[in-house]
């Protein structure tokens, strides 16, 4: 793969509206280099047997049934809201009909 120069790095600035001295637009040159360098070595690796995977550790949801259960602190909850109507919240109105 040919080398990174300067312009490459300039344009693709340009084209993420960022303004970069001459110092930065090197130092990204040999970074993007780098990058590259390291993906032509995975690029080698043979993936043919192994499965495609979204995620390093499997994660499983933990579900239940959704089950009424009476609470018996439901009034202590609602005394701690700024307002109350009978057993529920009251809030402001937010849509207009």
Avoid: G, W
Avoid at 21 to 39: F, M, T, V
Avoid at 63 to 71: H, I, M, V, W
Avoid at 81 to 91: G, T
């Amino acid at each position: 793969m040919a080398k990174i120069t300067s312009n490459e790095v300039k344009k693709v600035a340009q084209l993420a509206r960022l303004e970069l001295n001459a110092s930065e637009i090197q130092k990204h040159a040999e970074q993007l280099e780098k990058i590259l360098d390291y993906i032509k070595q995975l690029e080698k690796i043979d993936t043919n047997n192994i499965p495609c995977t979204t995620r390093a550790i499997e994660v499983v949801n933990v579900l239940r049934r959704d089950e009424k259960k009476n609470n018996e602190i439901s009034e202590e909850l609602l005394d701690l809201a700024p307002s109350r109507e009978n057993k529920f919240f009251k809030v402001p109105k937010i849509i207009n009909e």
